[in-house]
């Protein structure tokens, strides 16, 4: 049976650019989202316009709350569900030592793996987060028991080992042989790639081809995922890892991958020239379905370089000021071309919720010196938490917003769970201009949004149980 659900619908129409999406916002305060019985959205607009044939059909009025499409997150850690506040007296590489891969190595017993693969849907379910690039464990089962925990829930997903060759002595428990790095990724990908539907085209669970970083692997390894990638890419496998994140002087992650391949870039270790100079050493990884997290310290080079592949960018602003390392110029990697999206990054970030990182985001944006400084619009603010997160997973054409046909990734907000959200939105300043004033409630609603107040969560119209 068909559903038809009330509410103020906040989304973000159509396929625009980031330079066009204030004017792609859709705002229906007497808002109506019907769903047909395929689970795909068959009516979107004001509610006294509902057509004939759907009026009679189960209707869940949630008034006065807000419909919102599903949140994505296209940059969060599954071995780090326990390790989001984490102290290591130090940035990104100390913390990996101190703090991360002694967490992530817990992973090594089944039933704590479990323990955590169950943990770890919760949360995603209580955030309101529909679809997710999932950074994965190092062993197997654990991967096994969150694509099976996942696939149980019914939320997307798209997830790969963490691939680790070298590293040190704390990482030891996480590494494999160039052969089992190899061998362990292909069978993950044989064994869950689309195994919900056994079509990519409409299945829930994809798999990624997911190295750590650059200097947790060898050139052998890079040239072996980049022959493995290439085999697969016809099939619809990601690649996931991290770019340009942190660069202390001397001792960061950037000057230490450029210094370790000796390449002019960090980019060029994942683009096939990973041999000194930037030498073409094997396949390139790059592509419409590769997301590197962070791109932080990127050089003008390197974002052209993603934009002319078609690789996005998963924008983590809560981890880079909770680790130290510094903050995504939002107008220069823009105006590359390269799709932004948001990502918790939980583990290094300490929030599961989309919103809270947009909310980082407008901070941190509106804060960067001089002319650099942006004032996020609050529809660029949804939008990078909703649809461009699907366009980075390139499957932008499935969900990501509420335009017909699509399929019903959205959550339900009750403000009333948070009184001050409650009362930021009854009682807060808008503006005679009733575009402003439709953007003022946009902006605290998202500002002010807080787990509690996520009071239904749905994917494919079906609701997902929040326990």
Not at 48 to 72: M, N, Q, T
Not at 429 to 434: G, K, P, T, Y
């Amino acid at each position: 049976m068909s559903q038809v659900h009330l509410g103020h619908i906040f989304h973000i129409a159509g396929s625009p650019v980031t330079g066009e999406v204030a004017d792609a916002l859709v705002a229906e305060p007497d808002g109506a989202l019907v769903i047909d019985d395929g689970g795909r959205i068959a009516y979107c607009g004001n509610r006294a316009d509902i057509p004939a044939g759907y009026r009679a059909e189960k209707v869940f009025d949630h008034r006065p709350g807000f419909l919102l499409p599903g949140f994505v997150d296209t940059h969060i850690h599954f071995p780090q569900t326990f390790a989001g506040d984490a102290y290591g007296g130090g940035q990104l590489l100390e913390w990996l030592e101190r703090c991360i891969y002694p967490a992530e190595s817990r992973f090594a017993e089944p039933e704590f793996a479990q323990l955590a693969a169950t943990e770890f849907c919760e949360r995603r379910v209580a955030a309101g987060t529909t679809a997710a690039m999932v950074f994965g464990s190092a062993f197997p089962h654990a991967q096994d028991a969150l694509f099976a925990e996942t696939q149980r829930r019914g939320l997307r997903m798209v997830s790969g080992r963490g691939i680790q060759t070298t590293g040190e002595k704390s990482a030891a428990p996480l590494l494999t042989t160039e052969d089992d790095a190899i061998r362990l990724t292909g069978e993950e990908i044989g064994k869950w790639h689309a195994a919900d539907t056994g079509d990519v085209g409409t299945a829930l669970l994809h798999v990624a081809v997911v190295p750590r970083f650059s200097l947790a692997v060898t050139r052998e390894t890079l040239k072996n995922l980049g022959e493995l990638y290439d085999s697969v890419r016809d099939r619809g496998v990601y690649f996931h890892s991290h770019l340009n994140e942190n660069n202390r002087p001397g001792t960061g992650e950037v000057d230490s991958t450029k210094q370790a391949y000796d390449v002019a870039t960090y980019l060029d270790t994942y683009d096939g020239k990973f041999l000194p100079g930037s030498a073409e050493g094997g396949k390139s990884l790059l592509g419409r379905r590769s997301i590197l997290a962070h791109c932080v310290h990127c050089q003008d080079v390197e974002l052209r370089r993603m934009a002319e592949t078609g690789t996005s960018i998963a924008h983590c602003p809560v981890s880079q000021q909770f680790l130290g390392s510094g903050t995504m110029p939002w107008k220069r990697t823009i105006a590359s071309g390269v799709t932004v999206a948001a990502g918790t990054d939980f583990g290094g970030g300490d929030e599961w919720l989309i919103p809270q990182v947009l909310s980082a985001a407008f901070k941190v944006h509106i804060s960067e010196p001089g002319e650099d400084g942006v004032s996020m619009h609050p529809a660029e603010m949804l939008f990078t938490g909703t649809l461009a997160g699907a366009r980075a997973l390139d499957m932008e054409s499935r969900f990501g917003n509420f335009d017909l046909g699509k399929e019903a990734d959205f959550v339900v907000v009750d403000p009333a769970r948070v009184p001050s959200l409650e009362s930021a939105l009854a009682q807060g300043i808008r503006s005679e201009d009733s575009a402003l004033a439709r953007d003022q409630t946009l902006f605290a609603l998202l500002m002010g949004l807080r787990e509690p107040a996520i009071a239904e969560v749905y994917v494919r119209g079906r609701r997902i149980d929040l326990h």
